[in-house]
């Protein structure tokens, strides 16, 4: 729809102030034939020969009369000048301001609807190219718009703005044009932007406002031209993760890793007594003749072992410092746990839970889950309140077979849901670690904290952390093993975790 522009209201106002001024100055003078006669017999009433000196003629003026009588003279012209025209204003001034007045409005008003025939916003075409469509987490996008006008007719002024989310950073360029467009022309322009966190996000609409040649009338319609781009969590962090924890906590190994299983294997690993369980080929003869009791001999076979990542997403999870939540964290864990599983060729799955299981990943040892994983994390958001149970019936159903489960989660569901799951999870052979990222860690930064508010945070840690344990210690009667972490040592608390499972053989294929 067309408007007008500053200057084309700025000029209506002041003609909308001349005709004010010319009805009032009409409306002053109709008044004036009124207030004449009044203004004549005030003069006839005011005796001015008394301003004169020796007015009476008893005496002889002489030279110091001459001062007085130039002012008295010049009070009265003044006088009757100043009554003369406040109570009269000429018709010209009258006329005057009513024409320029008329002529300023409609010099513009009457243009409006000529300047609708020309080329406005529905005339531009908007074409925009993403530099690719998915990105990771502090990643940078190119973003190219072309511009073309579809109209034989000249956009004088053309302005394009397009949008971007508000989280993106402009590191290069400008997301607006402001050009002349001829008949049948296409521009171009383009802009770079930070992603620094992951998500579904759009880019666009495009803001498009037209102007007149003088700059009295603007033109504005919003493109509905929209671009998605799916950022996933970063990739760049992992790598400089897993390439610390390869060195400092795992070691160089790769493909299956062993583990202790009496009766396999061909590499010896120990011997010790005999159980009714075990074969008689294993039996060392030697050891049983030199310590007069049966002992066996135990080898070590190699296997892989079967993990499964429980992601919580509810609510609570969210909470933290901007773009530092529990959440954030709690992915890069996953996703580092998935890197390291299909590093040491171990099967990997994942499920993502807070009322309902939202998604589940079957384990699978191949490298192209790691795709499925980063996709599906990057539209994970915090919501609800996780029902523990309901969502490890889902997944009892679905994994048949013993597996490690990994929760990551903050457990500020209700206690008695999370241990009725927890003893679900173990009556059907799985094994369970407890990943908990703990609230406080994640929200107060103590150097921002005047001493009052200090010792509050502290008073109310301390409870909390009272609470947690009470919990532990009814989770641990489930042989499962808890962890509270923090931002900073979350993630190697994952690395070694894993590291210990592998060892321990949980899981196992």
């Known amino acids: ?20 001024c010319s009805m009032a100055f009409a409306g002053y003078n109709s008044l004036s034939t009124f207030t004449e006669p009044i203004a004549e017999g005030m003069m006839d009433d005011l005796d001015t020969t008394e301003w004169y000196p020796a007015a009476d003629g008893n005496r002889e003026v002489g030279g110091s009369d001459f001062f007085p009588i130039l002012g008295a003279t010049a009070g009265e012209v003044l006088l009757t000048y100043v009554l003369g ?11 005057y301001t009513l024409v320029i007045g008329l ?23 908007i074409n925009r190219r993403l530099g690719k469509e998915k990105g990771f987490a502090g990643d940078y996008l190119l973003v190219e718009v072309e511009v073309k006008n579809r109209s034989i007719n000249q956009i004088p002024v053309l302005e394009v703005y ?42 666009g609409p495009c803001k498009v406002i037209t102007h007149d040649r003088m700059g009295f009338y ?64 294993f039996v060392d003869w030697k050891a049983t003749s030199r310590l007069s009791k049966m002992m066996v001999r135990e080898y070590e076979i190699e296997q892989n072992i079967r993990v499964v990542t429980l ?13 530092n939540t529990k959440l954030e964290y709690s992915i890069r864990a996953a996703v580092l746990m998935t890197f390291l599983a299909l590093e040491k060729r171990d099967m990997i799955g994942m499920a993502v839970a807070d009322e309902e299981v939202r998604e589940w990943i079957q384990p699978t040892s191949n490298a192209r889950i790691i795709n499925q994983v980063l996709d599906t994390l990057a539209y994970v958001q915090p919501r609800g309140e996780n029902k523990w149970s309901k969502s490890i019936d889902y ?70 952390i009272g609470l947690r344990r009470e919990l532990f210690k009814k989770l641990q009667a489930y042989n499962c093993t808890v962890i509270s972490v923090g931002p900073d040592d979350m993630l190697p608390t994952v690395m070694q975790q894993y590291s210990r499972a592998r060892k321990m053989g949980l899981g196992s294929v």
């Open 103 to 125: 002529m300023m409005i409609l010099g513009v008003v009457i243009g409006l609807p000529f300047s609708r025939l020309g080329a406005g916003p529905k005339s531009v075409e």
């Open 218 to 281: 603007s033109d504005e319609a919003v493109l509905a031209d929209i671009s998605e781009i799916l950022v996933l969590p970063s990739y760049q962090d992992i790598q400089k993760l897993m390439m610390i924890g390869s060195k400092r906590q795992l070691g160089a190994q790769f493909g299956a890793h062993k583990m202790s299983r009496k009766g396999g294997g061909t590499d010896f690993f120990g011997i010790r007594d005999y159980v009714p369980e075990d074969s008689m080929k």
């Open 162 to 203: 397009d949008a971007y989310p508000d989280v993106f950073e402009l590191v290069l360029g400008e997301n607006f044009l402001t050009t002349q467009l001829n008949p049948l022309q296409t521009l171009k322009f383009s802009y770079v932007v930070r992603m620094p966190i992951r998500g579904k996000f759009i880019i």
């Open 1 to 20: 729809m067309a408007l007008f522009t500053r200057r084309g209201g700025k000029i209506i106002y002041y003609g909308l102030i001349l005709l004010s």
């Open 85 to 95: 025209t406040v109570l009269t204003i000429d018709s010209n001034l009258i006329y």
């Open 395 to 464: 997944l009892i159903s679905r994994q048949k077979r013993s597996c490690l489960f990994v929760i990551i989660s903050d457990l500020e569901a209700h206690p008695d849901d999370l241990l009725d799951a927890i003893r679900k999870l173990r009556v059907h052979s799985h094994h369970v670690i407890i990943i908990s990222p703990f609230g406080p860690w994640f929200e107060i930064v103590s150097h921002e904290l005047d001493p009052t508010d200090k010792l509050i945070g502290e008073a109310i840690v301390e409870e909390l």
């Open 311 to 323: 992601l919580d997403s509810s609510m609570s999870m969210g909470a933290g410092l901007p773009r």
